[in-house]
């Protein structure tokens, strides 16, 4: 099997340092190339794109997050932004996954001792986002036809909505068009990672007039509050209208999946509602939303030209 090339995108020397170790630390990893500022990596990934590229946020000249919105548009790829504290920086961090990037990780640390922390995390995530590119093909279409419109209580109704690689910007933009007094449920599954999601809804929460908050194993679905999976378990809405956490199927790459959540709903029909899907690698979703167009469900996938990155809505088409 191929090597996998991941480039590094650092202006500290240190940091490289950290991040070129645990690179190489695995055989099937070959370090490309490292760039220090958010220009001299876009002229490296025209001339030689990696597999995977590892973005720090803050740098002179570009920083990571418009470095990603350039990559993206220009020699899109995998992108992982590896910054000091995630943390600390989460506005950038959420701005750079609106720009394309797939994750996010704290950067790995080399102590007095020179012993390296914090890398052991980093091949997961490396891990994780190898195993995602390599099965992005797109599979089965859904079709997506608005059905005739079933009359029944809009409190009861639910707006559903999935979201990957670029998402937070296009549920920004969505939810920001919402009105504090929306009667229906609103439900998100955005793909990412389990750290992340109470500053994912923090963040979210400051763009529209609705409340974002987090589900908790449980959680009644109420309208009025958008609803957002928060573990990197399966969100699941059960008969009595609450929402749980499930870890099967297991073998889903996508955790939590937008297509477990689709097809959840689709089991316990609502009046009616609306399924949107968003930006994002793979076809995570689409399956789900043939289901829920079958149940009666207007079906809505993003344009490519407004997409990040056009797998999931593709599939979907």
Known sequence: MSKLNV?????????????????????????????????????????????????DLRMPHMDG?????????????AIIVVTANVQD????????????????????????DGLLEGGDELLQKIDTVSSLIRKQQPGASAKNHAPTP????????LLAIGASTG?????????????????PAVALVQHVDAQFAPGLA????GRCALDVRPVQDGTKLTSGTVWLAATNNHMILEPDRTLCYHSHPRE??????????????????????????????????????????????????????????????????
Not at 65 to 77: D, F, G, L, Q, Y
């Open 7 to 55: 480039a590094i995108v650092n202006d500290m020397a240190l940091a490289c340092e950290a991040l070129r170790r645990v690179v190489e630390s695995r055989e099937d990893h070959n370090l490309l190339w490292i760039a220090h500022d958010g220009e001299d990596a876009l002229r490296h990934c025209k001339a030689q794109k990696p597999d995977i590229l590892l973005m």
């Open 65 to 77: 997050s418009e470095a990603t919105a350039r990559i993206m548009a220009e020699a899109p790829c």
């Open 89 to 112: 920086n989460l506005d950038l961090v959420f701005e750079a996954m609106s720009n394309g990037a797939l994750d996010a990780v704290s950067t790995p640390r080399l102590g007095r």
């Open 150 to 157: 079933q009359r029944g209580d809009p409190s009861n109704s």
């Open 167 to 183: 998402g937070p910007q296009a549920v920004a933009t969505i939810l920001s068009k919402l009105p504090a007094d929306f009667a």
């Open 202 to 205: 923090d963040w979210l929460d």
């Open 252 to 317: 889903s790459h996508y955790r939590p999946s937008v297509d477990v959540f689709f097809q959840s709903v689709a089991h316990h029909h609502f009046d009616r509602g609306c399924a949107v899907l968003l930006t994002g690698m793979g076809k995570d979703g689409a399956a789900g939303m043939q289901l829920l167009h079958d149940q009666g469900f207007y079906t809505l996938a993003q344009n490519e030209a407004s997409s990040v990155v056009y797998g999931m809505p593709h599939a979907a088409e």
